[in-house]
């Protein structure tokens, strides 16, 4: 009874359209109520979720990135993209798809991308000949690699609901699948370019290529610091964070010099709302958490699934398929604070190692942010393109299909995801 007043309140609130965070907080509330526990327990559940060092990390990634976003890297990504692999047929899908590579290793966000490189470039390629929907779909779909390229904060709060994963494995673990991923979907645009005979990119002036790749680099290397920190062993992933928002603040304020100083408090309050919005959550799924383990759901969820089948193979496929679906409803960071307690265990049953888990789930929920009926990466993307739904939806067919190749490979070659953690973390 207990476990089917906290799923069953969930899911009621839920389709009444209540916020996710209020979702989980009064849904254990009233499970708390029933089963006569004293509701300071939960609200201790909620300080403890967030009272973590590792989660200190999140808001310099969130600041870092809204800096570098703010001072026109995205831009710049898209001219040093340009240089690289513009020239071909399709080229501006190629860039685009680069560039959202690029971009991801420093903002950490699928959102973040769409709304900057696709402001951009989904005009752009309307503008040169190619279809919105198409337009709509490399954007959206190639935006998904900022949850995978590291830094990542999705990462970070996988590490957190897993009991303390290391971040810095799990940065390695993600780059591995966030470059086959969109290695596939450039193999996948040259396929559709050269069949729709999509125009070849312009011709870069040579006198502006130094320039071009400079400023690129320079955008790129607050990638390189806070990576470089973090495997040396020079920083903690939290240390790092703070060093690359340093770094970026210099390069934007005082190499770059697009902005005024003024616009950083513009950036802080951006900063300070998704951050607000962010933690809340992570409070709020933390006392969701403890009470699906005080009523053993994991335990339960575990068992069922390894009985369907004896195989292990078929208990990944549903872990697979269950993780998909899921993201298809609702946004990344809940379900990974709600979903990690209860498959982990399943998937550590079957030889799954939690590194893998933690970028086989990043990876799938990836995925449910450009399908429908909640993709909000979707939503954005339609929005930016002028299109509807369905249209984006129909267009991104092919895309799908791209990504959900990506997403078994991942599910069922772990070296894809443990072959540089094993390097750099032994």
Same mark, same amino acid.
């Given at each position: 009874m207990e476990v089917a007043i906290l799923i069953g309140s969930f899911i009621i609130l839920l389709l009444c359209r209540v916020p996710i965070a209020l979702t989980l907080i009064l849904s254990s509330l009233i499970t708390g109520m029933y089963m006569d526990i004293d509701l300071a327990a939960i609200l201790q559940r909620m300080v403890s979720g967030v009272n973590s060092f590792s989660l200190l990390a999140i808001p310099f990634f969130i600041l870092a990135g809204e800096i570098m976003n703010e +001072? %026109?890297? @995205? !831009?710049?990504?898209? /001219?040093?993209?340009?240089?690289?692999? +513009? =020239?071909?047929?399709g080229g501006l899908a190629m860039v685009n798809v680069l560039a959202s590579t690029f971009f991801g290793g420093i903002s950490g966000s699928a959102l973040a991308d769409t709304s900057s490189l696709g402001s951009v470039l989904i005009p752009m390629m309307k503008k040169n000949g190619y279809d919105s929907d198409y337009s709509v779909s490399v954007t959206i779909s190639s935006a998904a690699q900022g949850v995978l390229i590291p830094p990542s904060h999705n990462m970070i709060i996988y590490s957190t609901a897993a009991g303390g994963v290391s971040v810095g494995a799990l940065f390695m673990g993600g780059l591995g699948p966030g470059l086959l991923l969109g290695i596939a979907l450039m193999v996948l645009t040259y396929v559709i370019a050269v069949k !729709?005979?999509?125009? =070849? +990119?312009?011709v870069i002036d040579r006198k502006e290529i130094p320039r071009i790749m400079w400023e690129g680099l320079l955008g790129l290397l607050t990638v390189v610091i806070i990576m470089g920190g973090i495997? @040396? %062993? #020079?920083f903690t992933a939290t240390e790092s964070s703070a060093i690359g928002v340093l770094y970026a603040f210099i390069i934007t304020f005082f190499v770059y010099r697009e902005i005024p100083l003024a616009r950083m408090g513009v950036i802080l309050y951006r900063t300070f709302k998704t951050l607000s919005m962010v933690m809340f959550l992570i409070a709020a799924s933390s006392a969701f958490g403890w009470l699906l383990a005080l009523l053993q759901v994991p335990a339960m969820v575990s *068992? #069922?699934?390894? +009985?369907? @089948?004896? /195989? *292990?193979a078929i208990t990944v496929l549903f872990i697979v398929i269950i993780l998909l679906l899921l993201g298809m409803v609702m946004d990344m960071a809940p379900l990974i604070l709600i979903t990690t307690p209860i498959l982990l265990p399943v998937a550590t049953t079957v030889g799954i190692d939690p590194i893998h888990f933690g970028v086989l789930l990043i990876i799938c929920l990836a995925v449910g942010l450009v399908t429908p009926p909640v993709g909000s990466v979707l939503f954005v993307g339609s929005a930016i393109g002028k299109i509807p739904i369905e249209k984006a939806s129909k267009g991104m067919i092919p895309f799908y299909a791209a990504m959900i190749v990506v997403v078994l490979l991942v599910a069922y070659v772990p070296e894809i995801s443990l072959y540089l953690p094993s390097i750099f973390e032994p």
């Open positions: +001072g %026109g890297i @995205s !831009r710049r990504l898209i /001219n040093f993209a340009n240089v690289i692999i +513009g =020239k071909i047929r !729709r005979n999509y125009p =070849k +990119g312009e495997l @040396s %062993g #020079f *068992d #069922f699934l390894i +009985g369907i @089948s004896p /195989n *292990d």
